[in-house]
């Protein structure tokens, strides 16, 4: 049989307080195997069933060390201490209960950010290029002054291919005036026209002539999945025309 254990509390082998339940537990080690005897509410029902199983299973070995025997005070007063925290941890448990209610029912109030609730939410001054909240609203995600900006003047989302650019290169500054939406095909476009060196068979960007075929090619984007190809022509000039109405 096992000998009791330096932690007890008790002061009975085999019978202890079991923190899951809140109840006291009496069970029994016969031949290296746990015998359960159950949960009770009271420490004397616990010791008395524990005594009973001494008695059925041959008594109480010695090899269980010194048993403490304390008096009926003692146990009493540490079973009231243990009921005393059982309360304590119930009344945490109602206050987790209700601090976890209020975060539901503050989480029904959160909305999506859509077009409309940004356009009654915020108000644009274009002379000042302050952003001011006119209406408490929650959203899911705080939006983004891109996304203000957009919604106000626009009346939509701006794509992922779309960028707000500043003429005076500060980024706090959103008066009307130093606002640039642009996107970056067109700024890919720009720079194209920029770093283009024209030659006999390469006039302009994106124009080139097809020995092949005879003919003036024209296309419009990156090479690969996004270029778009604009036709065969016999003419440079109307390649040329072609590639400016796609720019536009």
């Known amino acids: 049989n096992a000998h009791m254990l330096k932690t007890n509390t ?20 016969i031949n290296h195997k746990n015998i359960h005897l ?13 005594k009973e199983a001494e008695k059925k299973y041959g008594g ?18 540490f079973h009231e201490k243990m009921l005393n925290s059982r309360r304590v941890k119930n009344i945490s448990k109602k206050l987790i209960k209700k601090s ?8 029904k109030k959160v909305k999506k950010i859509t077009v409309k609730r940004l356009q009654k939410t915020y108000n644009y001054d274009p002379v000042s290029g302050t952003i001011e909240k006119k209406k408490a609203t929650r959203f899911e995600k705080t939006p983004t002054k891109r996304q203000i900006l957009f919604a ?21 500054d959103y008066a009307f005036d130093n606002l ?9 476009l720009q720079l194209s026209m920029k770093n283009h060196v024209p030659t006999e068979t390469n006039p302009y960007p994106g124009v080139s002539f097809m020995k092949s075929k005879g003919k003036w090619r024209a296309r419009i984007g990156k090479a690969g999945k996004n270029q778009k190809y604009l036709g065969l ?6 390649a040329i025309t072609a590639r400016k109405k796609a720019e536009q």
Not at 181 to 186: A, C, G, M, P, V
């Open 100 to 107: 976890t209610t209020k975060v539901k029912k503050s989480t």
């Open 38 to 50: 159950g949960y009770f509410d009271n420490i004397q029902e616990a010791v008395c069933v524990r």
């Open 60 to 77: 109480f070995s010695k090899r269980h060390g010194k048993e403490k025997r304390y008096p009926p005070s003692k146990l009493l007063a």
């Open 180 to 188: 640039i939406f642009t996107s970056l095909d067109k700024m890919n």
């Open 10 to 29: 008790s002061g009975v082998c085999g019978v202890g307080w079991h923190t899951g339940k809140n109840k006291w537990q009496a069970r029994i080690t």
């Open 152 to 172: 106000l003047l626009k009346d939509r989302f701006p794509d992922r291919n779309e960028i707000l650019l500043f003429k005076n290169g500060n980024k706090n």
């Open 233 to 238: 022509f016999d003419t440079k000039e109307a």
